[in-house]
């Protein structure tokens, strides 16, 4: 398979976190770099030989990837990072920022891409907002959130699926995991990559 820049988009409670997590689970082999920052050590990337992929940051809880990166600056370091020192791998990015916005991460991939080669496709996982809403619930044990911020948000993914489709720049893959048990989220998912139109 071609090298991939494979950024996760979706709302919360779309299940974009699962595949970063069932990727480091499956390889025992994983492992965290860290680098220093503002005087202290930040953990950068999650490594996973076996399946040759980089995860742009770590997973030790459900908020993870690009949830804890400060700021975009930070997070195109890090992938140019990932990039040089791996190059035989795929990378993958999935945080709310690079789920929710547009132009700003658009403007990126194409920078990498034009730069090192490597091909970028954005992945929406897109179940029904209402069984984002349910997984959200289960998640907190019931304690009440913002649920017209997720519809909002959710509502965002489906006007970024139609920029990035007129845009025609990258592959786009569109999925509906509302079905998907766990077991079979990952085989899903290199599913998908496998059979995209490059």
């Known amino acids: 398979m071609k090298r991939l820049l494979i950024n996760i988009r979706g709302t919360n409670g779309s299940g974009k976190s699962t595949i970063p997590i069932l990727l480091i689970q499956s390889d025992d082999e994983s492992y965290v770099i860290s680098k220093p920052y503002k005087q202290r050590m930040k953990k950068i990337l999650t490594i996973c030989p076996n399946h040759k992929i980089v995860i742009l940051g770590e997973y030790s809880n459900q908020t ?55 091909q970028p496709v954005v992945y929406y996982f897109m179940p029904p907002v209402e069984t984002c809403i349910e997984r959200i619930k289960k998640r907190n044990g019931g304690k009440e959130f913002k649920e017209d911020l997720v519809i909002a948000k959710y509502g965002m993914m489906k006007r970024g699926i139609k920029k990035f489709d007129e845009a025609g720049d990258f592959p786009v893959v569109v999925v509906d995991n509302s079905r998907t048990k766990k077991s079979f989220a990952l085989q899903q998912f290199f599913d998908k990559l496998e059979h995209i139109d490059l």
């Open 64 to 118: 993870g990837g690009l949830d804890k990166f400060p700021n975009k600056a930070f997070t195109e370091k890090v992938l140019r990072y990932a990039i040089n020192k791996f190059p035989e791998y795929s990378i993958i990015m999935e945080g709310i920022l690079a789920a929710t916005t547009y132009s700003t991460y658009a403007e990126l991939f194409k920078n990498v891409q034009d730069e090192y080669g490597i």
